[in-house]
């Protein structure tokens, strides 16, 4: 399945990034919540993620809310999954960009199939 990894699309000092992930029929909208500053060491607070059709209709889960809220030991797994994508060695190409990128977006998929029926 192909797929483009959107990192990181915010506005300078907010304390909200946006991530996507597109494939071939759908996107997922990755919402980050840090606390502190986003100049110097942010702590992740909060990941929400939505699933949308490629023309912007939200797609409900199986329990008929739109979106899912990152929590328990997913959460601490997304945090090392996202501190990889936003490293000094992630940045300048010390690591195998395509591994780490499969690796997000593997463990996003499995939650997205745990969580949606998607047809």
Do not use: W
Not at 33 to 44: F, H
Not at 48 to 72: E, P, Q, S, V, Y
Not at 94 to 105: F, G, H, M, P, W
């Amino acid at each position: 399945m192909n797929y483009k990894l959107e990192l990181n699309t915010q506005e300078h000092g907010s304390k909200i990034v946006f991530n996507t992930i597109v494939f071939d029929s759908f996107k997922i909208n990755i919402v980050e919540r840090y606390m502190g500053r986003m100049d110097s060491n942010p702590k992740l607070c909060e990941v929400l993620f939505k699933i949308r059709t490629l023309d912007d209709h939200l797609i409900k889960r199986k329990d008929g809310n739109a979106r899912i809220r990152i929590k328990g030991e997913d959460f601490e797994t997304y945090q090392k999954l996202s501190r990889t994508l936003n490293s000094y060695d992630y940045r300048n190409k010390l690591i195998s960009r395509k591994d780490a990128d499969q690796e997000y977006v593997h463990f996003i998929l499995r939650l997205v199939i745990t969580n949606y029926e998607l047809n």
